[in-house]
């Protein structure tokens, strides 16, 4: 499956639009976690625990909107764009959503 943010696929000719595909990934933040991200913040740095949990979201994420474009018959997902929004009373909550045009090759 060729996934790509561009409208179009260098060398290749889209021959047909199937139509919008969606993946979402929530992910809840837990309390370890945040605590050695606070510390990382104060000290400065990366947050290694962060990071790791928005590249499992947005894998997720890509990976469930491949797969509906593959149940559509699909040979590859373009304009794709990716959102992160946080969620809950206490903003513990993370998601993300990649949604693009599934589309057949010529």
């Known amino acids: 499956m060729?996934?790509?943010t561009t409208n179009?696929?260098?060398g290749r000719q889209i021959g047909d639009y199937l139509g919008?595909?969606?993946?979402?990934?929530i992910m809840g933040a837990n309390i370890f976690r945040d605590f050695l991200a606070g510390i990382t913040?104060?000290?400065g740095g990366r947050s290694n625990a962060y990071e790791g949990k928005l590249a499992?979201?947005?894998?997720?994420a890509i990976r469930e909107m491949e797969e509906i474009a593959q149940q559509?018959?699909?040979?590859?997902?373009?304009?794709?764009d990716i959102d992160y929004e946080v969620?809950?009373?206490?903003?513990?909550?993370?998601?993300?959503?990649?949604?693009?045009?599934a589309v057949k090759l010529k």
Do not use: P
């Not at 969620?87 to 045009?101: H, Q």
């Open 2 to 4: 060729i996934s790509t």
């Open 8 to 10: 179009s696929i260098e």
């Open 20 to 25: 919008l595909v969606t993946g979402e990934a």
């Open 41 to 43: 913040d104060m000290i």
């Open 56 to 60: 499992d979201a947005r894998e997720t």
């Open 72 to 80: 559509r018959g699909a040979d590859a997902v373009v304009g794709i």
């Open 87 to 101: 969620l809950g009373s206490s903003n513990g909550m993370l998601m993300v959503t990649a949604t693009g045009t």
